[in-house]
């Protein structure tokens, strides 16, 4: 999960009892992130996850509000306790320098649910896109690192300071991902960041536990210094005892899901194979047989089928006509689209929403 490392020569917050929140099961990102937002913007004493109280001048915080973003800590506090977490939610209009908000000395982990964006230091990079993890590590020099504009962003962030790591995985600085151990004990400036991994539903179970502590008010601040190390040992350690067939699946079904990713991202400008292998981080050739090993379908196959499937969706929600439909998933000429919808779905996109049981439907392959 690790690119490499590149060398160059208050007090925490905590819920009341009574802010304690209780929620549904959440299965979804998009759920999750609901209730995220929900909780960040709500003032009602039920749904506010920390006590109130106004950043420090120049903190993290007091940069997103400058830009009108909406950030909350929900737990911990960086200097006092060693660990943050912190939700982030904005709009992009432009395209937006986010690396003055990371700590120097540090290490944050990433769980980005919606919005693209990158981080890079030196030579490497790494790319986020929609529901994609990892984390970024400096140690002196800062990273360089920007958000797409043109739309929606939403990311939990797990911040850890040099110290708190140091104190706590030093031991096992053996058995952490490749390069972190050497970045941890680095006496120089250094940076380093890991591979970009789909999101998974420990992931996302991971996030969801933050909103509802199941310990009393008065135990929460040990509670939360336990996730903190949780989130450590789900994102730092590396597997060394993994079977080498087993991870080289594992890696498979990561780069075929990352690249799924980004083509749903795209789906109406899909990047070439030589730029979306970039972007996963391997060869196009051995991208595109992975691909096609992990689902059955070559990449083309699979984004017009993507395509279809989310112009299904936007004639359903009855917002997008068939010129809009056709222009919103990459279709310039409407004969075209209309003679891959029917082949999908066995009518045309103007009858679709209307189509009845005794219209036959082709079978469409799983995703």
């Not at 539903?201 to 199941?214: A, F, G, N």
């Not at 060869?283 to 992990?294: G, H, I, K, M, V």
């Not at 009518?347 to 209307?354: H, I, N, Q, S």
Request: net charge positive.
């Amino acid at each position: 999960m690790f690119s490499g490392c590149v060398h160059y020569h208050g007090t925490g917050n905590y819920p009341t009892e009574a802010q304690r929140v209780d929620i549904f099961p959440i299965e979804t990102e998009s759920q999750l992130a609901y209730r995220l937002t929900v909780v960040m913007q709500s003032s009602a004493p039920d749904l506010t996850l920390i006590a109130p109280g106004a950043s420090a001048p120049g903190s993290e915080g007091s940069f997103w509000r400058r830009l009108g973003a909406g950030w909350r800590q929900l737990a911990g506090g960086f200097i006092a306790e060693g660990f943050s977490f912190e939700w982030h939610e904005l709009d992009g209009t432009g395209p937006l320098v986010w690396a003055p908000s990371f700590h120097q000395r540090s290490v944050e982990v990433c769980l980005n649910l919606e919005g693209c964006g990158w981080v890079a230091a030196g030579d490497l990079r790494m790319d986020f896109t929609p529901k994609t993890a990892g984390f970024f590590a400096t140690n002196g020099r800062p990273l360089r690192a920007e958000r797409s504009g043109g739309g929606r962003h939403r990311f939990l962030s797990a911040e850890f300071s040099l110290r708190f790591l140091d104190r706590h995985l030093t031991e096992h600085r053996a058995h952490l991902q490749p390069g972190l151990g050497n970045w941890l004990a680095s006496q120089g400036d250094c940076a380093a960041l890991s591979t970009v991994s789909p999101l998974s539903q420990r992931h996302r179970d991971l996030m969801k536990s933050l909103l509802q502590p199941p310990v009393l008010a008065s135990a929460q601040r040990l509670w939360f210094h336990s996730k903190a190390l949780e989130f450590a040992a789900e994102f730092l350690f590396y597997a060394e005892t993994e079977p080498l067939c087993n991870r080289a699946r594992r890696v498979a079904a990561e780069r075929v899901g990352r690249a799924k990713a980004v083509l749903r991202e795209r789906l109406a400008d899909p990047p070439e194979l030589a730029e979306l292998g970039r972007l996963i981080g391997c060869s196009p050739f051995y991208l595109s047989r992975t691909f096609t090993a992990e689902t059955g379908q070559t990449i083309s196959q699979w984004v017009r089928q993507a395509r279809m499937e989310k112009a299904a969706e936007l004639l359903r929600s009855g917002r997008f006509n068939v010129t809009q439909t056709a222009l919103e998933v990459g279709y310039s000429s409407l004969s075209y689209f209309s003679h891959a919808f029917h082949e999908t779905f066995g009518c045309c996109p103007g009858l679709y929403p209307l189509r009845t049981t005794s219209q036959p439907q082709r079978p469409q392959k799983p995703f």
